[in-house]
């Protein structure tokens, strides 16, 4: 097979510099004021709205677009932000349309639900175009100290309201920016325009916290120190790892970690320097696997395939994001595992995928029918891992399920230490519901310090 292959075809420049602005432009353009004043009339404002229920924030969905509709944007966006501060990229970044949006009753009337994500967008983007300042104040200064581990949304969300109790918090990240997945996680075309950094610097503006980047947890740092010097800790350190293919010719070069793409694709200054292959496949079914996609189709690949090992019923990416993917000229294949990695010279030329059948327990076996697919590149976007470096040894914090153990405060095992976002056990892999976590440890380090 691999005598027949040709060439790899990587290269960056593929477009021209008015397609990638194109290409990656907002997916879904804000809306104006009318238009935000129009949708939000279309809303019921029910009692004990399902649409709040549905938002793992609990955000008062009626209340906010009931002030859009009165011409109150402003007071949206603080009934916003009372519940999530990071309201903004939420708006951008939310499946909404399998939480908020599925439950919202108008799917019943017309089988089309307020724009719920959008009206978001609408009142957290005037607040941050009009307002003068944070829309809250600190308390006065309580004297005690939070470490927070991790720059990402769970930690942001921890440190604000932190901050708020008038407690001083430090942000030790181990990357050289704050922002987390929001900043070096998610699709270019979602949140444009440096909207992460705006944000960041918004959630800052609250006073009494101080930031040092490329501190990581177990090389820079250690929970022992941490634990020592402040009065509470919080880990929101995400996952670090990548799961592997296990598959043989996995270390070809062209078999590429989606996660570490995206991270490059966001921090590029010029989009036209990017190096993307002609033919290009995905492994996963997850939103990476979908983000990595269509950026790869919107950087000019001719072909992208999306294997994944079970039906598109089971991906965890939703109907809504494979259907911006078969938009975007992505070709999705159904129960294929990866097998081998074809490659000439070091370098990825195929990859043979197995066809498999889930068993009566939901086990997947192989049936021994194989397709290979010629590729430039291959990604890998099969989930990540927690990686416990730094919370071994005299502070071993105890683990399940490979994340860290927490209780419904989110304290872990050790009493000064609490943890959120995708690194505890039973993290939802969601912005807002790290966002979530963060609020609930930062509730329960406040009435501890206060004890």
């Not at 009065?231 to 062209?254: C, I, K, Q, T």
Request: charged share 25%; proline share 4%.
């Amino acid at each position: 097979m691999a005598d027949a292959l040709v060439s790899p075809d990587i290269r960056a420049g593929r477009l021209t510099a008015d397609d990638y602005l194109e290409n990656f432009d907002d997916l879904h353009p804000p809306l104006g004021v009318h238009e935000a004043r129009v949708e939000a009339d279309r809303c019921y404002f029910c009692y004990d709205a399902p649409c709040t229920i549905a938002c793992p924030t609990s955000i008062d969905i009626p209340k906010f677009i009931r002030q859009i509709s009165t011409g109150n944007p402003l007071g949206s966006a603080k009934t916003i932000f009372e519940q999530n501060i990071l309201g903004g990229m939420c708006a951008r970044v939310c499946p909404t349309e399998t939480l908020c949006e599925e439950a919202c009753v108008r799917n019943l009337a017309e089988d089309k639900p307020v724009a719920i994500g959008l009206l978001q967008r609408h009142a957290t983007d005037t607040y941050f175009e009009r307002a003068e300042k944070h829309p809250y104040e600190r308390a006065a200064p309580t004297g005690k100290h939070v470490a927070v581990v991790g720059g990402g949304p769970a930690g942001l969300a921890c440190a604000h309201a932190l901050a708020r109790q008038g407690h001083d918090v430090t942000i030790y990240e181990a990357r050289p920016k704050l922002g987390g997945l929001s900043e070096f996680g998610i699709a270019a075309y979602k949140t444009t325009n440096d909207f992460a950094q705006d944000e960041v610097d918004f959630v800052l503006s609250i006073g009494g916290i101080s930031v040092e980047c490329n501190k990581a947890l177990g090389r820079d740092i250690t929970l022992e120190a941490l634990r020592r010097d402040h009065d509470a800790v919080f880990l929101g350190m995400g996952l670090a790892g990548v799961n592997a293919l296990r598959a043989e010719g996995e270390d070809l070069a062209g078999v590429i970690d989606a996660v570490a793409y995206i991270a490059d694709l966001r921090q590029a200054s010029d989009l036209a320097t990017l190096p993307i292959g002609r033919k290009v496949v995905v492994i996963g079914g997850g939103m990476t696997a979908i983000d990595i996609a269509v950026q790869a189709k919107r950087l000019g690949a001719e072909e992208v395939t999306i294997a994944y090992r079970r039906d598109r019923e089971a991906m965890k990416a939703s109907a809504y994001e494979q259907e911006v993917a078969l938009t975007n000229g992505v070709v999705i294949r159904e129960c294929l595992a990866p097998k081998r990695l074809i490659g000439e010279a070091g370098q990825v030329r195929a990859i043979e995928l197995e066809r498999v059948v889930p068993d009566s327990s939901g086990r997947l076996s192989g049936t021994g029918e194989t397709v290979t697919l010629e590729a430039d590149q291959v990604f890998k976007a099969i989930g990540q891992t927690f990686m416990p470096d730094g919370i071994g040894g005299a502070d071993a914090l105890q683990l399940d399920g490979g994340r860290i153990d927490v209780d419904a405060d989110r304290r872990t095992s050790l009493p000064d230490v609490w943890a959120g976002g995708d690194c505890i056990e039973g993290g939802e892999d969601l912005t807002v519901a790290a966002v979530e976590d963060g609020k609930i440890a930062a509730a329960a380090i406040h009435a501890a310090l206060r004890a």
